[in-house]
């Protein structure tokens, strides 16, 4: 099968183009630079040079694939529509990538008892209204012969098979760690994420690639741990005596910036993917805590 994948050279998207390149698919990714088209056409995936903006360039690749899948930004309007534009009437499938801070809450690093599946409604925060809103127009598409599907990842850790290695919060907080002498968390790190390993994740493409319905959605995650409970795996992991620290949300946006302290690192995030186990998805990868503390961080 033709595969046509933006932001091929990335954590998500670099991961499921090398898993779709093994099986035999013939994959084309975007890339913004020269650069990023010899790391990716090293690993056999043909680059297009342009951007998320370049809506023609977008039409025509889709046009050419027989599958879409976009792991380059879950927020760009444009880009969806320009894909979403080319595909309609055509059946193929759209794998659109998303993400589990749409049920986010701004919970200074404090516990959440809001658990989330696939049929609980959401109400976003007001910095995650706009994703709310362009995921129900991906999914209305399925009312004009293409098949939409928007999967839906947690926090995502372990080793990437793209340019990019790895995501944002753990090595976040093991970078702070290292500098600080010490594991620290914003707030009392009570807050909760859960989380799905990135072999893990790339399995659920390939199963909804084949098997998932027009409109689909799905939460992704195997497990969910406090940001506390972390930052206790990362002293271990790096041998730091004691028990992690915490820092006010003022520093913590001085240190990350104050959209990712807050709808990150200090936010719940709770999901359950019932809809994916039910499609037949089994995780089987190691837990976040064992990643740290016996995997790929070390």
Avoid at 57 to 77: E, G
Avoid at 188 to 208: F, Q, R, T
Avoid at 235 to 250: D, K, T, V, Y
């Amino acid at each position: 099968m033709k595969v046509f994948c933006t932001g091929a050279s990335g954590y998500i998207g670099g991961s499921v183009a090398a898993r779709l390149v093994a099986a035999g698919h013939q994959v084309t990714g975007l890339v913004r630079s020269p650069e990023k088209a010899d790391a990716v056409r090293s690993r056999g995936i043909e680059p297009l040079l342009g951007t998320l903006d370049d809506a023609e360039i977008l039409a025509q690749a889709a046009q050419a694939a027989d599958i879409v899948i976009n792991a380059a930004s879950a927020d760009h309007r444009g880009a969806v529509d320009a894909l979403l534009g080319a595909l309609a009437g055509s059946g193929k499938p759209f794998i659109h990538t998303s993400g589990s801070s749409i049920v986010g809450t701004r919970a200074q690093g404090h516990r959440s008892e809001a658990v989330f599946d696939e049929s609980t409604p959401i109400t976003p925060s007001p910095a995650r209204a706009a994703r709310v809103a362009l995921n129900e127009r991906i999914l209305s598409y399925r009312d004009r012969s293409c098949r939409p599907v928007i999967i839906c990842p947690s926090l995502i850790y372990g080793l990437g098979r793209g340019v990019e290695l790895h995501s944002t919060q753990v090595p976040l907080l093991i970078e702070l760690a290292k500098k600080r002498g010490g594991a620290v968390h914003a707030g009392p790190g009570e807050n909760i994420w859960s989380n799905v390993h990135i072999d893990d994740l790339v399995a659920l493409y390939a199963l909804a690639i084949e098997k998932a319905p027009a409109g689909a959605f799905f939460f992704v995650e195997h497990g969910e741990n406090s940001m506390r409970e972390v930052c206790v795996a990362i002293n271990r992991m790096l041998g730091f005596a004691g028990a992690p620290s915490a820092m006010p949300m003022q520093e913590a946006a001085a240190e990350w910036g104050e959209g990712t302290a807050e709808d990150t690192m200090a936010s719940n995030s709770r999901v359950r993917a019932v809809r994916a186990r039910e499609l037949g998805w089994k995780a089987q990868a190691r837990s976040l805590i064992q990643e740290i503390e016996q995997g790929c961080y070390r």
